[in-house]
T-cell receptor, first 116, second 112 residues
Framework: AQKVTQAQTEISVVEKEDVTLDCVYE???????LFWYKQPPSGELVFLIR??????QNEISGRYSWNFQKSTSSFNFTITASQVVDSAVYFC?????????????FGQGTRLTINP | DTEVTQTPKHLVMGMTNKKSLKCEQH?????MYWYKQKAKKPPELMFV???????INESVPSRFSPECPNSSLLNLHLHALQPEDSALYLC???????????FGSGTRLTVV
């Protein structure tokens, strides 16, 4: 079975602070794919990043960065110099390589509030 | 076109009504999905269509009936729903792994 755990239910910070959202996953697949999605109040799930299990390079995109550590089964997401527009619910998700290829399993989500 | 379009955006229906949710994509994706999302919860998979064939049904009650008329369209037919079925219904599509899913903006369904 595949499982994604986002232990932080809600985070609230003041604008310009850095914030890290944690994600821990479980899977028996040797090949798998990890994702982060952003869900603003409008409801649409916005794709942020995909990481393959065989690529442990960290990635930076503007103010966003992701730290993938296979040894600890974690895929954490950091927002640097947060802005009010970053306020949303963020979901970490896992898609298996073979058996789980057609299922995208989500964590419980972290509600991020950036206060001005 | 890199979007998944869902209609209607909002729907209120009675427990005896029959209604349909529609989803359309023109990205050439051959897998399409229905997810249900209750308030403050993550999306939960309902159905998966692969090459217009139903490949996964996550034990969804028969009052929800999916249909995939062609590779671009996905419908969800609703009949005799219960108030607890009120939720955001999300449609998504994807190419084969390892790509991610593209989600629509959803239909907010209220059953009264």
């Amino acid at each position: 079975a595949q499982k994604v755990t986002q232990a932080q239910t809600e985070i609230s910070v003041v604008e310009k602070e850095d914030v890290t959202l944690d994600c821990v996953y479980e899977t028996r697949d040797t090949t798998y794919y990890l994702f982060w999605y952003k869900q603003p109040p409008s409801g649409e799930l916005v794709f942020l990043i995909r990481r393959n299990s065989f690529d442990e390079q960290n990635e930076i995109s503007g103010r966003y960065s992701w730290n993938f550590q296979k040894s600890t089964s974690s895929f954490n997401f950091t927002i640097t110099a947060s802005q009010v527009v970053d306020s949303a619910v963020y979901f970490c998700a896992l898609r298996g390589g073979i058996q789980g290829a057609q299922k995208l399993v989500f964590g419980q989500g972290t509600r991020l509030t950036i206060n001005p | 076109d890199t979007e998944v379009t869902q209609t209607p955006k909002h729907l209120v229906m009675g427990m005896t009504n029959k209604k349909s949710l529609k989803c359309e994509q023109h990205m050439g994706h051959r897998a399409m999905y229905w997810y249900k999302q209750k308030a403050k919860k993550p999306p939960e998979l309902m159905f998966v269509y692969s090459y217009e064939k139903l490949s996964i049904n996550e034990s969804v009650p028969s009052r929800f009936s999916p249909e995939c008329p062609n590779s671009s369209l996905l419908n969800l037919h609703l009949h005799a729903l219960q108030p607890e079925d009120s939720a955001l219904y999300l449609c998504a599509s994807s190419p084969p792994a390892p790509q991610g899913y593209t989600f629509g903006s959803g239909t907010r369904l209220t059953v009264v």
